[in-house]
Nanobody
């Protein structure tokens, strides 16, 4: 069982940066694939980024590629999402998620979710 708690959201102007953190409980954090997803008002949840157990491989949605960076520190049981050059369309609630089996882009492949953190980008 993994419990996830996101932090770091807030209000930022377009072009600014934020770093989200997701702290995980449990001693098996390093055995989970981790992902970030987001959901904007009136829209479906969408994949943002994912990272393998070791952090050796990452992948991103096309909409954030080149602007966002996912990373993890297994010693701190934490995964990060560095978001640069933020745009108003990045406004959403951001969720981190953990998967024991799948390195996927679908939310259905992730078993554990945090409560979410709001990111608002003003124009």
């Amino acid at each position: 069982q993994v419990q996830l708690v996101e932090s770091g959201g807030g209000l930022v102007q377009a072009g600014g940066s934020l770093r989200l953190s997701c702290a995980a409980s449990g001693r098996t954090f390093s055995s989970y694939f981790m992902g970030w997803f987001r959901q904007a008002p009136g829209k479906e949840r969408e994949f943002v980024a994912k990272i393998t157990w070791s952090g050796g491989s990452t992948d991103y949605a096309d909409s954030v590629k080149g602007r966002f960076t996912i990373s993890r520190d297994n010693a701190k049981n934490t995964v990060y999402l560095q978001m640069n050059n933020l745009k108003p369309e990045d406004t959403a609630v951001y969720y981190c998620a953990a998967s024991r089996l799948y390195y996927g882009d679908s939310g259905a492949q992730y078993q554990y979710w945090g409560q979410g953190t709001q990111v608002t980008v003003s124009s």
